[in-house]
């Protein structure tokens, strides 16, 4: 299977809602990043993580390496938070880059 | 503070022509830089990586090709392009070690 699995693929919430993104892993990762991607294309930085949860304004992501899975979770949703949403990881050796998943399309509606 | 750039920004070319796409991280010395692509609607994907100059893996190639020239420069081209080639090109560095990595602002290319 693949090596990164995300769900939901699509994702809609009104103004003011919350929701969750989860990625599960085919194998014990070291690390995961989360991006947002813009309307332009942009690819924003959101979270990296080797373990733990870390929070920032009203998004907050959780890996747990032990049991292969991460997540995202956005609170309180503004129109702003609308994109692609793609978690990535290592798979093997840290320089040969990131192996992401097929991504959240995330649409909030006021 | 570390800066990346993209050139050029986008590109319309006819299937059979060159390419030619460049990338620039200043602010970091010996970076580890990578190439990937993304097809309209789809995820990214890698292409290549770079730990040093002069060195380029593939991952997938795709029928393009990788060069780094200079410590701060990473170069993907072809010599005849494809249709399949349309998409979104992104370059994104890291230092050593087991960090995040950090994304140029991308070239979206358009073969017709």
């Known amino acids: 299977g693949m090596p990164v699995e995300q769900n939901p693929p699509a994702l809609s919430l009104y103004e003011g809602a919350e929701s969750g993104l989860r990625c599960n892993f085919s194998?014990?990762?070291?690390?995961v990043q989360w991006f947002q991607q813009n309307h332009r294309g942009r690819l924003i930085t959101l979270f990296y993580?080797?373990?733990g949860t870390k929070e920032n304004g009203r998004l907050k992501s959780t890996f747990n390496s032990k049991e292969r899975y991460s997540t995202l979770h956005i609170k309180d949703a503004q129109l702003e938070d609308s994109g692609t949403y793609f978690c990535?990881?290592?798979?093997?050796?840290?320089?040969?880059?990131?192996?992401f998943g097929l991504g959240t399309r995330v649409s909030v509606f006021p | 503070a570390q800066t990346i750039h993209q050139w050029p920004v986008a590109e319309i070319k006819a299937v059979g022509s060159p390419l030619s796409l460049g990338c620039t991280i200043k602010?970091?010395?010996?970076?580890?830089l990578y190439w990937y692509w993304q097809a309209t609607g789809g995820t990214l994907q890698q292409l290549f990586y770079?730990?040093?100059?002069?060195?380029v893996e593939s991952v997938v190639q795709l029928n393009l090709s990788a060069s780094r020239p200079k410590d701060d420069q990473f170069i993907l081209s072809t010599e005849k392009l494809l249709l399949s080639h349309s998409g979104f090109y992104l370059c994104?560095?890291?230092?050593?070690?087991?960090?995040?990595?950090?994304f140029g602002p991308g070239t979206r290319l358009t073969v017709l």
């Open positions: 994104a560095w890291r230092g050593t070690g087991p960090y995040e990595q950090y």
């Open positions: 194998t014990t990762m070291k690390g």
């Open positions: 993580l080797a373990q």
């Open positions: 990535a990881v290592e798979l093997n050796n840290y320089a040969q880059g990131l192996t």
């Open positions: 602010g970091k010395s010996s970076p580890n």
């Open positions: 770079s730990i040093t100059v002069g060195q």
